[in-house]
């Protein structure tokens, strides 16, 4: 069975730091596109970053130069450093798997707010 497992969110104030964690079942992870997404009430679910195999990662704009995703393979593993969060960051974080065979797996979601 396929999981993915979130841990890491939290309460934190504006201009402090949180890390997600997210495992990933061995039988999907770097096997296509491992990412960080996010959705905030009333607003569409927003990549946040991902990453692949090849340690390709993309970032939005928005988290740019304080947000930073990473992957550790013996632990099948995939983190998202967060700092210097601001009161839009609040939103629920999804962990995702898109797999080079089309397959496409979600974490259950994990809460991050930020208080300005």
């Known amino acids: 069975q396929v999981q993915l497992v979130e841990s890491g969110g939290g309460l934190v104030q504006a201009g402090g730091s949180l890390r997600l964690s997210c495992t990933i079942s061995g039988s999907i992870f770097n096997r296509g596109v491992m990412g960080w997404y996010r959705q905030a009430p009333g607003n569409q679910r927003d990549m946040v970053a991902t990453?692949?195999?090849?340690?390709?990662?993309t970032y939005a704009d928005s988290v740019k130069g304080r947000f930073t995703i990473s992957r550790d393979d013996a632990k099948t593993t995939v983190y998202l450093q967060m700092n210097s969060l601001k009161s839009e960051d609040t939103a629920v974080y999804y962990c995702s798997v898109n797999t080079w065979i089309g397959g496409n797996y979600w974490g259950q979601g994990t809460q991050v707010t930020v208080s300005s």
């Open positions: 990453i692949t195999n090849s340690g390709r990662i």
